[in-house]
């Protein structure tokens, strides 16, 4: 495993396990095995990463770069992340940044393919942020990462095989990063995995027709609403803009969606026949047997 996502895990593990519970390193090698194995099945395209983290390290280091995105990246980039999660603030109905700061802070987020500048980077504190990306060795080598993130934990690893436990976040963060990976009805299926019952996902994604090696899954408004409720999300508001990423795009989706509470299948039948026939009486078949129950 490289050096780079060995230690980030380290690093998560000694922040999301108790100092009580024993074991930590042989459950982190048990962690390394299971997602190295993950990560092998789903290949491993260093041509295409090693392309990416080179728009990166032009973008935020050179002036060219800088002249594109209009000043600074750590500036630019931060004024824009910050902008993202102020429209969250404005779709959970929080009438105010401190009002939305405070929200933060009370939340465990995941940010899937987050970059160098991650949203969660624009909040000042949560109660857990890790940012998941395959790059983030190479963002930490090239010195890409600004300040902001020092209160983030990295993970390298792809979307769609995070190690991270089931039910760990209360918010799933995807920006500008479905259209770019192997498989992503497998990163869909990741976030719901991430989420605990009735967490949020809030996606962004280019609207486009255009496919490369770096886009390989230009998405219609029509194929993503279709993935994300395919994937087991209720939608709670989505909009769709003409504000886009790529020069090729045509326009923008951004969507707040929930991953619905369980619901407990519980057998009713016997419950009934034993509290309306005493013991030796014989009862009379029944229609219904069976009734959902959420669990909250």
């Not at 890409?144 to 979307?159: F, H, K, N, S």
């Not at 229609?287 to 959902?292: A, E, F, L, M, N």
């Amino acid at each position: 495993m490289p050096g780079g996502m060995r230690e980030r895990l380290r690093l998560l593990a000694a922040r999301l396990m108790k100092p009580g519970l024993a074991g930590i390193h042989e459950r982190l090698e048990r962690m390394e095995r299971v997602v190295l194995g993950r990560i092998d099945r789903l290949g491993r395209p260093a041509e295409k990463y090693e392309e990416e983290l080179g728009f990166w390290r032009w973008l935020v280091k050179t002036p060219e770069g800088r002249k594109k995105i209009g000043g600074a990246f750590e500036e630019v980039f931060g004024r824009w992340q910050r902008q993202r999660l102020l429209e969250l603030g404005e779709r959970l109905g929080l009438e105010s940044e401190a009002a939305l700061d405070a929200w933060c802070e009370g939340q465990s987020v995941v940010e899937i393919g987050a970059g160098p500048y991650p949203a969660v980077a624009a909040a000042p504190a949560w109660r857990r942020a890790v940012a998941v990306d395959p790059l983030a060795s190479g963002y930490a080598r090239e010195g890409l990462l600004p300040e902001a993130c020092d209160r983030v934990t990295y993970i390298e690893a792809p979307g769609e095989a995070v190690p991270l436990a089931s039910g760990c976040a209360d918010l799933v963060i995807i920006e500008n990063a479905l259209d770019h990976v192997a498989d992503p009805e497998a990163v869909v299926a990741e976030c719901r995995r991430l989420l605990r019952s009735g967490g949020l996902l809030w996606v962004l994604v280019d609207l486009s027709e255009h496919r490369d090696h770096m886009h390989p899954h230009p998405f219609s408004e029509s194929r993503i609403r279709g993935l994300l409720t395919s994937g087991g999300f209720e939608m709670m508001h989505d909009r769709v803009s003409d504000h886009k990423s790529h020069p090729k795009a045509y326009g923008e989706y951004r969507g707040l969606l929930k991953k619905p509470a369980a619901q407990l299948r519980v057998d009713v039948s016997a419950a009934i026949t034993r509290t309306s026939h005493p013991e030796g009486v014989t009862a009379a078949p029944h229609s219904v047997h069976t009734g959902d129950v959420p669990t909250g």
